[in-house]
């Protein structure tokens, strides 16, 4: 039905930047919003931003003034762009959007991309 897909990730040294796109496709009338979570071992996974339909946008504590969260509503693609990472920010990233189908809401999950912070 709505395939996601996430890249971008990768290795990068502490004080770099990486930026993480999130494409979804299939059957998709409307996205009502799209969630950056990332998973560290031995750590819950954790929300570190979001972009509603209408554009507004969230952040965790923990990333605010870092990391941006945009995205091309034409191409149903969101980037994630990450500033001055250190390597608490290392894990896997994994992107989510909820599809408005107009009778419901579904979710759909990509299967993430690793980002390792060296220090």
């Known amino acids: 039905q709505v395939q996601v897909v996430e890249s971008g990730g990768g290795l990068v040294q502490a004080g770099g930047s990486l930026t993480l796109s999130c494409t979804a496709s299939?059957?998709?009338?409307?996205?009502?919003?799209t969630d950056w979570y990332r998973q560290t071992p031995g750590k819950e996974r954790e929300s570190v931003a979001g972009i509603t339909g209408g554009g507004s946008k969230y952040y965790s504590d923990s990333v605010k003034g870092r990391f941006t969260i945009s995205r091309d509503k034409a191409k149903n693609t969101a980037y994630l762009t990450m500033n001055r990472l250190s390597p608490e920010d290392s894990g896997v990233y994994y992107c989510?959007?909820?599809?408005?189908?107009?009778?419901?809401?579904?979710?759909?999950w990509g299967q993430g991309t690793q980002v390792t912070v060296s220090s």
């Open positions: 989510g959007v909820v599809v408005d189908y107009e009778t419901r809401l579904d979710p759909f």
């Open positions: 299939g059957k998709i009338p409307a996205i009502t919003v």
